[in-house]
Each structure stands twice: as C-alpha cells, then as structure tokens.
C-alpha cells in the first residue's frame, strides 16, 4: 500500500573550522550572525555525519530524530524552524505538481552518526544541522542550491550553513532582518587549493567550559572591545583571506587566522564574567606553531582554537615534514597519526622541553586530515526500507 | 674638609597595583602613556623600598647604583633621565641661592633595597624609581610636590609616577608633546577608604613571560582590538573608578577593577604574536573570585593581573571572612599568612576540589596587605656616614 511506503535519502556532510571567526548574533531567533565569517571544509574521509532522513504514513508519535544511536529531542526552536522550512518548500512543489506524493504532510524520522568520537570536543552541530537539512532536502527532491539550503541550516546552527559546501567557503553576513540574504557562499572549491591540511591536536579540558550559544551573547552583551571586532577587525580580516585563498598564499592565509583566533579569544576573556576556552596546553600549542615557523624561517603553520581547548593547525602538504615532524616525535604515543606523520618524523624541527612536555601531557589524541568536499549523496541508509532503525 | 662631606637622605617607596592599567605608550623616550590609569597605593609595612641617595665630592668614578647589594647599571636613558632632571632642578636652587653646597655637581651614590623577594614577581620598577627619585629629591631639598616629582619618576618607570602618592592615584595621560602634563595626582588619600585590603596569590610562573616594556608596544603596534580600549574602555573606566573611589562604593571599584584588568590581558592575548600572563592558576583564581562572590551573594572581592600570572585580590577589610576564610583552608601551606586569616578561616564560603586544587598547587604564597601611605622620609641609611655601603 502507498501509505506504507518508506520514503529515504541520505546524505553525508563534513564538519568546518573557521579561520575568520563567528561570534556574535545580532538576531538570535534567526541566527544572523554579528559579522561574516569564513572556514575551511574538512575531509570527510575523516570527518564525516552520516544522516538519513525518511518519513512515511506508517510513523506514528510525530517527528523523530535518533542521533548516534540515542533518541533526540525535535521540540528545539532549531530543530523546528528546519524542519518547518524545508517542508514548506516541499508542499511548494506538491502545490505545483499534484502528481508529487504529499510528503510534506508525512512524519520525518532521521537517523545520524558522526565517524569520530562526540568526546573528541570537535563542534559536530555544524556538520549535523547541515546533514540534516541536505538529507531531507535529498528526501523531498528540493531543487534548491547549496546556498539556498544554507539559509535553513543556519537557523539550525550558525556555523552548519557552511558545511552545505566543499572547500573554501564564506558566510556573508547579510543585513536584511528577516535573514535571507545571511548565506554561505564559495570562496573558492577544494580543488583550488588541495594541499591545505590540517592537524588537529585534540586537548583533554577537565570540564566544559561555557557553550558557544551563551558565551557569544555574553561577548556581546559585556564586551568593550568587541564592537572594534565586528566594525572593523572582521571585515579586514575577511578581505585579506578571501584574497590568501584567491593567490594560494599561505603566509596570509596563516597570518590571518592565527590573528582572528587571536581576536576572537580576546573578545571572550574581554566579556564579563571572563570565558577561557584556550588552557595552557592551547597556549603550549601556539607556542610549538611559533617555534615550528621560527624554526622553518617561513609560515609552514597556523593555529586556530573554536570555543573549546582543542589546536587546528593548518599547513600545506609539502610542509608536512616541518609541521609533522615536529608533533610526531612528541605526541607519538596519541592516537590519530596516519602513515605519512611518521615518514615526516625525521625533520630536524625540535620543539623545546617544557614545550613538549606540555603537549605530551594535555594532547590527548590528534585527527589528521585536510580540505574536501561538501555534502554527499549516498546509497548507505541508517534507516531500512521498512522504516526500523539501522543498528550498526 | 668640606670637600670630603657626604650628603645623604633617605626614603622609603610604596608598590601599586593599578585597578586601571598603564598598557601602551604613545612616546617611548618620554614615557608617555596612551591612556589614564588609576592605581591603589599598597602598605609599605608589608613592602617597599628603602632608598638613600648620597653624594660627595670623595666618590670617584661617576654616578652608581645598588640595588638588593648588587651594583646596578646607571647608563640607562630611563636612570639618566631621572638623574639629569633632579641635577637640573637642583642646579637652579643653586643658582638661585648662591650659599648652597654645589650637590649637582657631585658624583651620587644611590643604595636601595626591597624588603619583599623579588622571587615574588612583584613590579618593584615603580616602588624602585619612586624611591630614587624621592631619594634624590630630599638629598637636594628640592621644594617639589609629589605631582612635580611624578613628572621625573615617569620617565625612570611609567607606573613609578603613581607611587609619590599614598592612597588611591591616577596618572592623567596629559596631551602635551613634551609630556609636561602626564603626572600623577590624587584621587583620594589612604584616611579616605582604609578598610581597602589586598591579598596576592603569588603565582611561580615556569619561565618570564615578555617584559611589559616591550610587551605594550607590540600590543600598540599589531593589536586590532586595542584602540577601542584606549578611545573608549579605559575614558569610562576612569571616570567609574574615581566616581566608586570618591563613594566608596566596593561592588562598582570590584566590577571596574576586574573589567579593566580582564581588557588590559584580551589586549595582550589579541597581540601577535600573542602575550599571554595568566595561567591555567590564574584562571583559576578569577573562579575563586567569583565563586567567593556568588556565595557571598554580593560582590566582597576583586581581581586584577598584572604583567605576570599573580592574583590580587582586593576587598574591605570587613569582608575579610568571606575572601580570607575562602582562601587560607586551601592555602594554609603557604607562606605569608598573618594572624587574621586563621582567625577569619571559619568562614563557610567554600572552593570546589578543582579549582582548590588548582590553586594549591599554583600559589607558592601569599602577601597580606592593604592600602598604604606615600613615601616616608626616614633615618634608616643604607650609605653611611663615610659614603660606604651599609651592608645588612
């Protein structure tokens, strides 16, 4: 019978750091941001949400989400606000084209699992709204381009919009107040510039600090200096990176992130009460990427932190030997070095004692990886054709 | 013979912890500031220096400084211009008056002494040229007020202008080229608001950050965030600080002090490369802080960092159980506990294990003190009669 069908689709969709910072909402029903920010996609060979997204007349109880194998709640605002867009867009379609089943009117069940430990600290909502809204999107067939999809899975999470591309990607900020024109766009694809990785060094914090929601209306709430940021330090930041990206230059590109980290921490312990998410195993971390640059007499590396103690450093492939040679001895005992950091190791790049003692100490694993694409389709579903929940 | 006469005087100098900082100068051979900066006056029962200035026509070999019974270096332009203004001031009594013995032409010995460790990473620069130039000034009984005198310290030590005055003090930025207008005043004398304590957490820091001198003028050269500070955090701070001063209003000189302190650091932490002066320990004592405060359900305690991973928390000496009860259980270990801290120890304001911990481990001890006087004129000599060092 028709009524019983399983409909699915999915979808998979890779995480993002951001080297020209989000902090700030200046709506935060509509999640519009308080200035432009930009981020690089990672691989999802590495790092990767895998979503399916199905609806059927057979569900009953409404609309359910199962993240990494337990029951999620859909009543957020978030939540909400996708899932109300995406199915008006659809019932558009249904409007326009009778002969479309009605799955607009149909109860959704999605099902998500990320390929790396939610214990990493790595901020996985950007990488699941956006796997989210693309796997319904994939579901109900929705013409809409990546941009177009942005716009719905920034009223999921901020930073998810950015995840609906590959490569080198923008969020323009945008200032009509209704949001629509607050969308991420490309910089430039992954394949402008394929050797860029990245090192993530991943910080064991003794507690969760402050959730990037609330610390971000605190900055803008208590901050002196942060109105300097968005007027004037953001938008210059955002020019020169769009520019590293556009000439490959990656000494600006790496002078600019590490500044905008920089900018962005300061405008955190300049709010009130103070939030630190940099502990001194981050601050160890920038001083190896100091050293590292000193040491190769050139930019090789660039760190940056998201509201959590956890290092990216960014580095090109062919620096690998200076960048990787100077972690893998010290940290070889983490989990996460693939083949190649070990090849690396024979670099003559040392990192001092107390520097290295800190690293060995506080890095708890590290992840390996580098620039790839945006969402995928894929024919691997986390929900069966009767509609029961894949256990894997 | 008159020839062989040695002329001596003595002074003893305060330390300050400034509650707005000095970060920055807008003229670096004139010390000039590029904002205000207001400052607590410390008792110097618990430290200070004791300088005595000599000069006699039997010292050979030029001007020379000891400093701790070390011979210190006098070639300096920061010492030289201290010198050559005391020298000049001098000159035109004597020339004024032709009676008086010809000090400005006379070779100076100058001895000064900490009665603190400088193990502690105190800033003793400013109790050290107060002393110096206070030294000198009684030695040639130039009739200059301590605002006068604060024109010349400047010029040895940015922050030593603020410790010719006991009490509260602020150092006007002044706007005239030749920096005749940048000297310290008072906001209000020690009588006004003696209840004001401070307690240090002395914080062993692994390795000397950068020094402040060189620190504040990349944080004016590279910082984004740090004119936004100047043009506008620090005016209104000012303005709250003298206006909770002159009130004695605790809770509004608490918020100030903590606020200006958390900017003066997100200035240095937006420093590229960044500074960084507060610790993992140091963090942990802004949590105490504010634990204390949420206890005691109204603000009873203040932090605020200088150029170092130290804490200095002040609060009223009526609040000592709430802030020394919170502090001395954990610290108990730790040198520099007075007689009052035990007997405010029952105090039920309790520290969570971790940041306890934290603070155990870090803070290798403690300084009990309060707001203080200017400097004293005193007999004590450390150069005797017949030009000697007096060795203790």
Known sequence: MAEQ???????????????????GKRDTKLNLPTNSSISVTLSQADLRTLTTASCSASYVGGDILV????????????????????????????????SLPKLSTLPLKIVSENNFPTAAGLASSAAGFAALVQAIANLYQLPDSPSELSLVARQGSGSACR??????????????????????????????????????????????????????????????????????????????????????????FAEVTMRDSNSFHACCADTYPPIFYMNDVSRAAIRAVEAINKQADRTVAAYTFDAGPNCVVYYLEEDAP???????????????????????????????????????????????TGVGEGPLRTDEFLVAADGSTVLR
Chains 1, 2 share one sequence.
């Open 5 to 23: 069908e399983v409909y699915r689709a999915s979808t998979t969709a890779p995480v993002n750091i951001a080297v020209v910072k989000y902090w």
């Open 67 to 98: 993240l990494n194998g337990e029951p999620s709640d859909v009543s957020g605002a978030r939540t909400q606000a996708c899932f109300r867009e995406l199915r008006a867009r659809r019932a558009a379609l249904e409007a326009a084209d009778r």
């Open 163 to 252: 995840s609906l591309f590959g490569g080198y990607v923008a969020w323009r900020m945008g200032d009509k107040v209704d949001g629509s024109d607050s969308k991420a766009d490309l910089v430039a694809p992954a394949e402008h510039w394929t050797s860029m990785r990245a090192l993530i060094l991943v910080v064991s914090a003794a507690k969760k600090g402050v959730s990037s929601t609330s610390g971000m209306q605190r900055t803008v709430e208590t901050s002196g200096l942060f109105k300097q940021r968005i007027d004037h330090v953001v938008p210059a930041n955002m020019e020169l990176m769009e520019q590293a990206i556009r000439d490959r230059n990656f000494a600006q």
């Open 322 to 368: 200076s960048v990787l040679g100077a972690f893998e001895p010290i940290l070889a005992g983490s989990d996460g070095w693939k083949k190649e950091a070990s090849a690396a190791a024979s670099s003559d790049v040392k990192l001092d004692e107390s520097l290295a003692a800190a690293l060995k100490e506080g890095v708890s694993r590290v992840i390996m």
